[in-house]
């Protein structure tokens, strides 16, 4: 296991772009993690062994919330993925770290490692990769705002999701989009599928390297490999682009009980019983796909119903 919260750095070449990859923003998705280790030995390796290897640019990795890492949890207190708001980040900022606890720990140490990493490169652009899985099966892409986002995202074999940030507010994509402390920044969340599927730390992977590939920092033909045909042949069958139409939020998710078997992007139908909930049976909004059926006791998302986008 990581024992700190920086899981890798590789330079090529500064000033050019700042490739920023968070794992493990909850705590219990470590797969990211695993693939970010694997990631950093395979780019020294290549390094190493091909001479015409080039890097136009500095990535880190970094574990998103350390403790919950450490203890196996989504979140220890707050979800630290909705955090992310600059009236909550501004009142985090304002305290000593010593009367910080938790996930206002976890978000003044990571602003800390991203700020210094911002100082030593002097990037051009700055890209941030949020890597996370999920409690149902299903691969996808999520976009941030900016168009580059989804031009990106189209890059990697995983459907896109737009609509989605819409819907919600303190991720990391909403706080690091668009710009960053004056410096022009794209931002991108990739899902890998279920937290216990061997295979996500595969797929994790060849989405670190695809992105690095749509994003011009590698050659196109750079560090191709088996994982690359995993994440391509889970998607064959899949939707390309999705829109979210709806978002069922849940207060308490130990009084949530999901019916079994759903996956993401299964088709589901107006009406259709789906959960229950505080002894209530919860059916489907519409008709449309469903997305991130919560199977696990920490967490405010329910589920997600998507339509086909154009």
């Known amino acids: 296991m990581v024992h700190s919260r920086s899981i890798g750095k590789y330079e090529g070449k500064k000033s050019a772009a700042l490739i920023i990859v968070t794992a493990a923003m909850h705590g219990n998705e470590v797969a990211g993690v695993k693939a970010l280790e694997l990631v950093f030995k395979m780019l020294e390796m290549e390094k190493k062994n091909n001479p015409a290897f080039t890097f136009d640019g500095v990535i880190i990795g970094l574990i998103g919330n350390m403790k919950a890492y450490q203890q196996g949890k989504r979140y220890i207190c707050k979800d630290i993925n909705r955090m992310w708001t600059p009236e909550i980040i501004k009142s985090i900022l304002s305290k000593p770290i010593d009367n910080l606890k938790n996930e206002s720990k976890e978000i003044y140490e990571l602003i800390i490692e991203i700020n210094t990493a911002i100082s030593e490169v002097n990037p051009s652009k700055i ?83 695809q992105f690095l590939r749509a994003t011009k920092v590698i050659n196109a033909q750079a560090l191709i490999g088996t994982y690359d045909y995993i994440l391509n042949f889970n998607n064959l069958d899949m939707p390309e682009k999705v829109k979210v139409n709806y978002r069922h939020h849940v207060e308490d998710a130990s009084e949530w009980e999901m019916l079994p078997g759903f996956k993401n ?13 505080m002894g209530n049976e919860i059916y489907a909004p519409l008709s449309g796909y469903i997305l991130m059926p919560l199977y696990q006791n920490q967490g405010n998302d329910g589920f997600f119903v998507c339509i086909d986008a154009e």
């Open 127 to 209: 890209y941030l990769l949020d890597i996370h899985t999920t409690s149902s099966d299903g691969i996808f892409c999520i976009e941030g705002g900016e168009e580059e986002s989804r031009e990106i995202a189209l890059q990697i074999k995983a459907p896109l999701v737009t609509g989605l940030m819409q819907g919600l507010s303190g991720t990391t994509l909403h706080y690091f989009d668009y710009n960053y402390l004056g410096i022009p920044s794209v931002t991108l969340a990739f899902e890998g599928g279920h937290h216990d599927d061997p295979l996500s730390v595969n797929r994790c992977m060849a989405a670190v390297f």
């Open 265 to 277: 992007f299964d088709t589901i139908y107006e009406g259709q019983l789906l959960a229950t909930y």
